[in-house]
């Protein structure tokens, strides 16, 4: 019995481990960065509060959505991940019936876009008023 135990213990950590090792390589990143409208830093992180939520809850496979902003209010970073692209497709679906999204990019300035991973044509076509920088994946490691 205990054999059968350690058994199945090993078979569920690789099975579990193997799921993880894959959904991450397939894995879609959104790093934006831009500068934030003169005047409008204010009612921007008020969009934020109200914006955040809104994404965790209609969106269940963004798995990393955070704002990051310089102490001066000047300066934003953006950073998605998701699992896939699918899910990424299905941000930027949503991103453009939001009723967030005109007060959005009128209130930034965005000065880079990166989307790293295998982008596939479809999320690259989705994102094409914004940016056409895809960086595939070359060297490294994912834990």
Do not use: C
């Not at 193997?18 to 790093?31: C, D, K, R, S, V």
């Not at 409008?40 to 990393?64: C, G, I, Q, W, Y």
């Not at 930034?108 to 960086?135: C, H």
């Amino acid at each position: 019995m205990k054999k059968l135990l350690i058994l199945v213990s090993l078979l569920i950590t690789t099975i579990s481990f193997a799921g993880h090792h894959e959904a991450t390589e397939n894995q879609i990143i959104f790093t934006i960065n831009a500068n934030i409208v003169e005047g409008k830093a204010d009612s921007f992180k008020a969009l934020l509060k109200e914006m955040v939520p809104a994404v965790k809850a209609s969106e269940p496979d963004t798995t990393r959505y955070q704002y990051f902003m310089s102490p001066d209010n000047k300066k934003l970073t953006l950073i998605e991940v998701y699992p896939n692209n699918e899910a990424a497709l299905f941000h930027m679906a949503a991103f453009a019936v939001s009723p967030f999204g005109e007060e959005f990019l009128a209130s930034i300035s965005i000065t880079s876009f990166v989307i790293a991973g295998n982008a596939s044509p479809e999320l690259m076509e989705s994102v094409e008023p914004f940016t056409s920088d895809n960086r595939p994946p070359v060297q490294g490691f994912i834990r």
